[in-house]
């Protein structure tokens, strides 16, 4: 059973850089065909999916966010990386990783937030960006 714990400074003031870990446990991250994503749940609003990791380390990320956000892992340590920059105070969420495994390396990629796009989800960092 793959686990996923996230981890990250909770707190992180406008216009510095974030930095968050996603554990994986049960699993390797490059095990064929599974896609790593890390998503996010601003207060009052809806799953916005930030981009993906995939097995073969090919990276994807949502255009609204690709300019200041990458997605990186150590397959050693089972660890996947979320780092964003120029945080704004709208950056304040709850972030989540999440993988989901496709049935080849064909298969188009899933580019939404929605809970039941994914087979695990970690529980879940809080991150507010304040002064």
């Known amino acids: 059973q793959v686990q996923l714990q996230e981890s990250g400074p909770g707190l992180v003031k406008p216009s510095q850089t974030l930095s968050l870990t996603c554990t994986v446990s049960?699993?390797?991250?490059?095990?064929?065909?599974?896609?790593w994503s890390w998503i996010r749940q601003p207060p009052g609003k809806g799953l916005e999916w930030m981009g993906v990791?995939?097995?073969?380390?090919?990276?994807f990320y949502s255009p609204s966010l690709k300019s200041r956000t990458s997605i990186s892992r150590d397959n050693a340590k089972s660890m996947l990386y979320l780092q964003m920059n120029r945080l704004k105070p709208e950056d304040t969420a709850v972030y989540y990783c999440?993988?989901?495994?496709?049935?080849?390396?064909?298969?188009?990629?899933?580019?939404?937030?929605?809970?039941?796009?994914?087979?695990?989800w970690g529980q879940g960092t809080q991150v507010t960006v304040s002064e």
């Open positions: 990791i995939r097995y073969d380390g090919s990276t």
């Open positions: 049960g699993g390797s991250i490059t095990t064929n065909y599974y896609a």
């Open positions: 999440a993988a989901r495994r496709e049935n080849s390396a064909y298969c188009p990629l899933v580019t939404s937030g929605a809970k039941d796009e994914y087979t695990y």
